[in-house]
C-alpha cells in the first residue's frame, strides 16, 4: 500500500473554483501535499484559497515556477514551498529569500550536485521515466550528506510504489487529476493508488 504522506498531487490546469473540492478529496485519503502549477488558470487564487481554506492541514505548493516574480507571488498567496523543472540559481535564491522550500527539476549528476550546493531542499528528478527507477540509489554514494529525492514525470497509478523503493516522494499528476474531472473520479484514482496499489 502506498503511503499517502508521500505523495505530491499535482493539479495542473485546475482553477480556482474547482480547487477547494478537489483538496478536500485529497486529504480524505490523507494526502495532503498539493502543486498548483504556474500555468493552470487563476493559479495564485487556487494558491490562496487553498491556504486559507486548509490552513497547516494542507501543505500546498506552486509548481512550473520559473521566474523570481512567480516565487514572490507564490509566496505573497500562502505557497509553502515552489517546484521547477529545471535548476535556475534566481529562482532558487528568490525562494530562500522569501523562506520557501525549494523542490528543484535536476536530471544529471551536475545539476544535483549544484542544487545541492544551492541549498535547495528536495531534488526533483525529472523526468524520471526517462532514468533507471533506482537512480538515487546509484547517485547517493558520493553525495556529501543525505538528500531527500522526489521522483516526477512518468510516475503513476501503477508505478508509484515501484518509485517509492527508492525515492523519498513522487509527484503525480495526469494519473490522478485531468484539468476538467470530476471530484468523484478524483476520488477514484485516490482509491485505487492508496488501497489497489503494490
Known sequence: MINSAKVVAILRGITAEEA???????????????????NSPGWDQSVQQISHQFGERVRVGAGTVLT???????????????????????????????????????????????????????????????????????IKGPLSQARHFCAVGGVDIENAADYLQYYDSVGIGSALYRCGQSVATTAERCQQLLQDGK
Open 68 to 138: 523570481p516574480e512567480q516565487v514572490e507571488t507564490s509566496a505573497l498567496r500562502g505557497a509553502r514551498f515552489i517546484l521547477t523543472p529545471n535548476l535556475d540559481f534566481r529562482v532558487v535564491t528568490a525562494a530562500k529569500r522569501h523562506g520557501l522550500d525549494v523542490c528543484a527539476g535536476v536530471f544529471t549528476s551536475s545539476e544535483i550536485f549544484s542544487a545541492s550546493d544551492m541549498g535547495v531542499d528536495v531534488l526533483k528528478i525529472f523526468p524520471a521515466a526517462a532514468l533507471p527507477v533506482n537512480y538515487p540509489q546509484l
Open 20 to 38: 477547494i473540492e478537489h483538496v478536500a478529496c485529497l486529504l480524505e485519503y490523507g494526502i495532503n501535499t498539493v502543486e498548483i502549477t504556474t
